[in-house]
Nanobody
Framework: QLVESGGGLVMAGGSLRLSCAASGRFSIDYGISWFRQGPGKEREWVAGIRWSGGVTYYADFVKGRFAISKDNADNAVHLQMNRLKVEDTAVYYC???????????????WGPGTLVTVSS
């Protein structure tokens, strides 16, 4: 089971840090990603990290602004979001599965999502 936290309302240019906590231990072979779905938009992949080794991957539209990281002690994955834009407004979901993919279907576990609203 995955649970996201850290969403909220922020002004454009501001920052938020999202967290994804798992009720069990992440498998060492797992990939954990963040997806988002904005109002009237399709769900899109944002960033991913391999639990083993911590290799990170980013969608082009967040490179240089967002950073994904993992915390082995807390069994959590974080998404630091800086220089937020109005178009980053979305429900953000974390997902875990056997690989990091920009597609949703390989992921076995999904959180319920956390809402991020960026105002102008």
């Amino acid at each position: 089971q995955l649970v996201e936290s850290g969403g909220g309302l922020v002004m454009a240019g501001g920052s938020l840090r999202l967290s994804c906590a798992a009720s069990g231990r992440f498998s060492i072979d797992y990939g954990i990603s963040w997806f988002r779905q904005g109002p009237g938009k399709e769900r899109e992949w944002v960033a991913g990290i391999r639990w083993s080794g911590g290799v990170t991957y980013y969608a082009d539209f967040v490179k240089g602004r967002f950073a994904i990281s993992k915390d082995n002690a807390d069994n959590a994955v974080h998404l630091q979001m800086n220089r937020l834009k109005v178009e980053d407004t979305a429900v953000y979901y974390c997902a875990a599965g056997p690989l990091v993919s920009s597609r949703a279907d390989p992921y076995e576990y999904w959180g319920p999502g956390t809402l991020v609203t960026v105002s102008s």
